[in-house]
């Protein structure tokens, strides 16, 4: 995973996935989810195998993954999003401007970002974590979160930790 700075106050994750689009929206994205009280960690690998464009954690130990679809084409090859619901309490869509909210499904929240900030278009249902799932995802999140915080201190240490 590679580190990368867009100026010299931001930084995102990169691993040569993401389309320049989606970087974007996952910049507005993490920054509405800030201000809703989540802190967000993009790239997640689940126990599933799956990898969360954003996981993020909230005050109460709410977990929400949001899936980044930056383009028609992104969203319809895409059908692996459906996995997710087993790690989250919450499942939601963030798209760009330009790309129309009308193919995404009702049974997931949508957010509608650009690299500046993001709305909630739509609410995303509530299916509860059972405990042992959330305990599991707390513990790969902070393992996660420490891992990439070590890695901005010193960069020898290349790679996440195995989760």
């Known amino acids: 995973m590679l580190i990368e700075s867009l100026t010299t106050t931001t930084t995102i994750i990169r691993d040569g996935r993401q389309s320049p689009t989606a970087l974007l929206v996952a910049r507005g994205t993490c920054r509405l989810l800030r201000q809703l009280g989540f802190a967000a960690v993009p790239e997640m690998p689940l126990a599933s195998g799956r990898r969360a464009d954003l996981a993020a954690l909230g005050r109460d130990g709410e977990f929400w993954i949001v ?6 084409e992104d969203f319809r090859v895409d059908q692996k999003w459906p996995e997710y619901r087993w790690h989250c309490d919450r499942l939601w869509f963030a798209t760009a401007p330009h790309v129309p909210i009308e193919i995404f499904p009702e049974d997931a929240g949508l957010i509608v970002a650009d690299s500046y900030g993001a709305e909630i278009i739509r609410d995303a249902p509530e299916h509860k974590l059972p405990a042992a799932t959330r305990r599991s995802m707390l513990l790969r999140y902070a393992r996660l979160a420490a891992s990439r ?15």
Do not use: A, F, R, Y
């Open 149 to 163: 915080l070590h890695g901005l201190s010193d960069p020898s240490v290349i790679g996440d930790l195995e989760l």
């Open 67 to 72: 899936e980044i679809k930056s383009s028609i």
